[in-house]
């Protein structure tokens, strides 16, 4: 019997890959996709699901590990959102030349320009005209069934091309709806498991897909891949159907008519907002407009002929854009139906709504007031407006509580006990006003950025020491050095992962500007997944605790010797329950910088109470802990000389400060000794440097 | 989303951060826990003021004083006090 549970789309999702039987998932958080790894990540950990699970250190490798993944040719799933599917825009133009059949889920978020967490599809929008296939999906049943039909069409010998599943962010991924659950068995005869005609697998072929082509083949080969998503359209149709055959739902192949019986007028809507459509083409009916809609499936490849077919029922269509192509003045559904119809004979009138950008909502009266639109055309026959953006005012909201100026203003929308305020506003508070901070995408940004009377750049979450390096030399080059503090204030993710090798270059060319990282050990902003920087046996949310998984399985990255590795002038370890030797690292590290003597570095633990699951007034509590149990020493090394700066006589037992913080609860005697033996064995290495005088390689 | 909204600009379509959109943030109604104060207690090393995540803490005549519009009642300004000069009484 099927089974059926309420979940959120993204773990609808998460169903989809584990009734796939998915082999390799690498994944990368970012909101809203997130939960679907953490879900997928939960299935692996108590063996529901075999399959490497990979936690990339950015999207752009997550993506390149299920290339390799396909070609080595195991089944691979990933999935992200945004400037995630942004950042990985290289690879993903790489996946369909190679041929691999990914599957990749898209939590659509609105990408770039101004942030939001809310969707459109301006994420997807760069991605369509790369050769994937691109469905979007309305409920999260969809969302389940679409990932099974996705791996058999992708597969597809006459296809054999990467697909993506754009599901609405919010609207879809976080909110509950009843899913039924396919039964596994019928699942695997639907789907069997993926064999690669030419995989890079030496005991199994000597050929496989070659990387590039001669100019003279170019245009060949992109006409070949034009046939083959043209053919692909008939295996999305032929899977959608036989999917309906055994499981009962089906969802229209390339796309759905809804109450298209008799319309003389039709919406077009696509994704999440469809259902809202629905109810207000059913009350339009009602009022006797000859109204219909048409819900789009495929985005890519898209359903040209079907449009035309419709084309010549209807008088009119009205397309609904969840995305704008700049400078065209419209959406992008819009300008793809108009160049499918354009040749037609006689073609229907067309309106373009542009509506929903940013996650802004389009409710039933916003459908209504459109198809009353389309049907006036329908009526009088004119077109008197081609595209309007559907808006809304601003809700009202309490606004700042005004002040004298600081540098960061009290409060903050963070969380109750939050120690990467105290960090920052220490900070600033050596600093002063003539400070400028870029900060990659973290909880400060959200919490902070509108805080502060400093300026705040948001930058690009692989490119923070970059934009700041920038800011830097275009103060030098204004002959502004030293008279402006620049910092970096990254979290951890930002720092020792995906921001790793921006710093590295920064600190290899000695840019002479500050770069913090507030390290809470894991990323929090996304609901705390792993970083290179969550200590041995923590337990996240990308390394849950379950039969078969202990929390984090590795060691953390030692940044003090990464950056030590670069021989700048100034590094630091640094804890908010030792404020005056903080604020004096961060003093020294402005002095250094200013003499234009190369990157400062500054590492902070910073406990985060929602993360480390430990009561909010434990904060400062916890971090001295750290220090004094030699957790988290705290040291500084000033031109190859290093110093202790903090050394007791007897480190405290590890356990004191594990069994403060919910991460740690699962630990056994065994595991806590373990912990024992490593924090020491750090603590002798350190020892030994500091004898040294001046580290070998300055 | 979180981000606040900010200042419209000169330049069409630029919206900027700064001015008169950032400010104090008023949160007094996200606590469950109020600090009090004892200023008999307290004994003005200012630790308070130092490790209190809001900034909501400034140092007065008799002691710490704490602007209760921008205090989330976290605590660690009594968990982390030396002379126990302030309880964390539950809000009506």
Known sequence: MTEFDVMPGNKAVAYGVKLSRVEVVPIYPITPQTTIVEYIGEFIANGELEAEYIQAEGEHSAMGMAIGASLAGARAFTASSSQGVAYMHECIAQAPGYRTPIVMAVANRTLGWYWALGPDYSDIMPELNLGWIVLMVESNQECLDTVIQLYRVAEDPRVLLPAMMSLDGFYLSYSYEKVLIPDQEVVDEFLPPYVAKYPVDPTISDKWPAPGLPPALHTTYRRLFEEVLGDAKRVIKEVDEEFREIFGRGYGGLLEEYKCEGAEAVLVTMGSMTTAARRAVDRLRREGKRIGLVKLRALRPFPKEEFRRIAEEVNVIGVVDRMVLHGTGGGGVFADLKSALYSLEERPKLLNFVAGMGGDDISVEDFMAMGRKVHRVLETGRVEREVEFVEHPLPPSRGPVPMEKMPIYPSSGGCAGCGASIALRNILDVLGLNTVVINPPSCATVNYSAQVSVPWVLANYAAGPAYETGVFRAYRIKGKTGRIAVIGFSGDGGTVDIGLQALSGAAERGESMIWICYDNEAYMNTGVQRSGSTPLFSRTTSTPVGKLWRGKGQRRKNMVLIMAAHRIPYIATASIAYLPDLRRKVKRAAEITAAGRGLAYIHIQQPCPTGWYFPVDKTVEVARLAVETGAWPLLEIEEGKMRINFKPRKLKPIGEYLRLQGRFRHLTEEEIAEIQRVVEEDWRSWLELEKMGKLPWY | ?92
């Open chain 2, 1 to 92: 989303m979180v981000l606040a909204k900010g200042e419209v600009s000169e330049v069409k379509g630029l919206m900027l951060r700064g001015g008169r959109s950032v400010g104090g943030r008023y949160v007094a109604d996200w606590r469950t826990f109020r600090p009090v104060v004892d200023a008999s207690k307290c004994r003005k090393c200012w630790l308070c003021v130092m490790y209190c995540p809001e900034g909501a803490i400034g140092r007065g005549e008799e002691g710490a004083v704490i602007d209760l519009r921008f205090c989330k009642g976290c605590g660690i300004c009594a968990n982390e006090c030396p002379a126990g000069a302030i309880e964390m009484v539950r809000e009506e």
